[in-house]
Every structure is written in C-alpha cells, then in structure tokens.
C-alpha cells in the first residue's frame, strides 16, 4: 500500500538543553535547522512548551514547531487561544501534539485523575472544542462530557493557517481518538510487518469514521556510519546500551497498564534486538521500552533503502533523531536525501 503525500522529516528541540536563557535558546534552534518541524516536548516538571515554542518561532523565522500539549491542565477555550496566538504571531507555523499521559503519576502530579480510556475520550471532546474556538464566525457555547462552556466569543488572534492536531497510541481508545480527530497519527518504529498492520488498522478505522485516514509519521534513531560496521559500532557504544549489557541484557517482561505502545515495542524487543534489514530494538530493551528507542542502523544507502520501504507502507513523515538519541546537524544531508529521494 502506498500513500502519495509530501514526505515531511521532524526531529526533537528541546532549547533550554544548553540552560535557561534566551541566549541558550538561540543556541538550540540553531542546532535544528533543515528540519520540516521540530517537537518540543511535555512533562509535569519541565518548562512550558507554548512558551518556549514562541520564543524558538520568533528567533528563526524558517522554523515550525510541534507543541505536545496535555488536555486536562487548562480549559480548551484558553488553549485556543494561546495556539491562535501563536499562530497569528508566526504566521501559522505551530502544530499540536495531544498527548493524553502514558505515566499515571506525572498526571497526578498536575491534579489529573481521570483513567486512561476517559482521557481518550476526554482528549476527543477536547479537540472539538479547540477547533470551534478557532473555526468561529460568532458566539457560540458547548455542552459535552468533560467541558461546558457560554457565549465563546471569537478570538481576535485567528489562525494564519489550521493548526494540525497531532496524537499517538497503541490501545483501541488512542486508535478510535487518532483516526476520527487527528490529522497526524505517529507511530514508534515497528517491522515492516507490524507498521503494515498498523496504518490499515487506522486507515478502516478512520472510514469507519466517514474521513481519510490520518498522515502517519514514523519515530526512528538513525545510526549511520560510512559502512555498516561503522554504524554498529556506534549503535553498540551507546551509554544506555552499554549500561544494559553490564546489567544482565534482560528485556523487561512487565506490562505497562497505560502504555500500550510500550509493550508493543517491549514485545518486539524480546523477540530479538534485530529486525527486517537493519532495525534495532537494543535501546528499545535497554531503556524498557519508554520513548523513542526504535533505530536503523547502516550505512547511509541501507538506511534509506529502509526508509524507503516504510515510505511505500504509506508513511508520511519521519521523526527522527540522531546517535545520541537527539538530532545531530550530522545528519542533515541524510535529511536532504530523504526528502529528495522518499
């Protein structure tokens, strides 16, 4: 199955990874350029990401941002308008990434209670509200589950262009919020057999739905090297890794009750750290499956001809990230590459 859209390449910012002042903030953004978007992510003790996005957006005028962003910390009328703004200020280059929590505990630090099915739910309810704010032509007031709200007046920061919402999850509730709400679903790297299943699992859900079914991006490391081996041994030197082997190399059986999408990549870490051509799952088990631990690992033309093979599943975009585990400008021609060639 292939899926004909304009393949997009996003990789992570985090702009206070070198301190808390603006100047460092410049320093980060700077480190991104030749990325389509960047995601900045969310936790209950880290640094606001509206913010953040906002500051990283006037700094370099090329760059577009991704803001994960959790239902259930502020009402969906003032997020409206924290996103409008943005958008009006930068001229429509901020998406958002709705995040419902895979941690119970980094959701009751911010007072959030509700059980993992209902934040889907609630995350639905959620996004119907965010799009009225922004779609309105007059007053209007909502009456659902989770939000009740009179006589929403129509912001005075409009959207430059829409605002695409992006999610992700593994279990029946993220799939049934993904494909009738998002317009990007991503996904953490699988098999090629498994990404497979996935996308037509979204696609006849979101039909189920009457709608096309989402973009769908791609989470992947890439460790490339001039050869194979180059790239191995860089893959093989990564700290998390190396801490795992002196350890034991046990992959985690433990099932993860919020968090559907990390059994999954625990599951395929325990059937063997490699997969298909070059898919490695060694940070995947070194890191008990939390983030974005998938990698593909090779020289540069088996990597792509990897890509290229997701690419014709119908992936849309890849989220990529470098050696470390973050993006390298190492790797900009390989995103120059991909963006020719996929």
């Known amino acids: 199955m292939s899926h004909e859209q304009p393949l997009e390449v996003y990789s992570y910012l985090s702009p206070t990874e070198h301190g808390g002042t603006y100047d460092h903030l410049r320093r980060s953004v700077d480190g991104v350029a030749g990325l389509d978007r960047v995601l900045i992510g969310y936790h209950s003790f880290g640094p606001d990401g ?61 007072g959030d209670f509700l059980g993992h099915d209902d934040r889907y739910r609630r995350a639905g309810e959620y996004v119907d509200v965010l799009r009225a704010c922004w779609d309105a032509a007059e007053p209007f007031s909502h009456d659902g589950e989770f939000y009740k709200v009179e006589d929403v007046r129509p912001n005075e920061m409009q959207l430059a262009k829409p605002t695409r919402i992006h999610m992700g999850g593994a279990s029946p509730a993220a799939l049934e919020f993904g494909a009738s709400k998002a317009d990007v679903y991503m996904l953490w790297g699988e098999p090629l057999d498994e990404v497979r299943g996935r996308i037509e699992q979204i696609e006849k859900t ?48 433990r099932k993860h009750n919020e968090d559907a999408g990390r059994n999954r990549q625990l599951e395929v870490a325990r059937r063997g750290e490699r997969h298909d051509d070059c898919l490695w799952m060694g940070i995947v088990a070194a890191l008990n499956g939390l983030g974005n631990a998938a990698a593909l690992v090779g020289a540069e033309d088996r990597v792509m001809e990897t890509l290229r093979r997701y690419r014709e599943l119908g992936v849309d975009t890849f989220l990529v990230s470098g050696e470390l585990g973050h993006w390298r400008p190492s790797l900009t021609p390989t995103v120059h590459r991909m963006k020719r060639e996929l």
């Open 50 to 110: 509206l913010l953040l996005g906002t500051a990283s957006l006037a700094h370099d005028p090329d760059l577009n941002v991704l803001i994960a962003h959790r239902p259930g910390v502020v009402q969906p009328t003032v997020a409206a308008r924290m996103v409008a703004t943005m958008s009006s200020l930068s001229g429509g280059r901020n998406d958002l990434h709705i995040v419902t929590g895979g941690a119970p505990g980094d959701q009751y630090r911010e």
């Open 206 to 253: 979101a039909d189920k739905y009457g709608r096309p079914r989402p973009r769908i991006s791609l989470s992947l490391r890439l460790y490339i090297g001039a050869t194979d081996e180059e790239a191995w041994d860089v893959a093989y030197q990564d700290p998390a890794y190396q801490k795992w082997l002196a350890k034991g190399a046990e992959v985690s059986d």
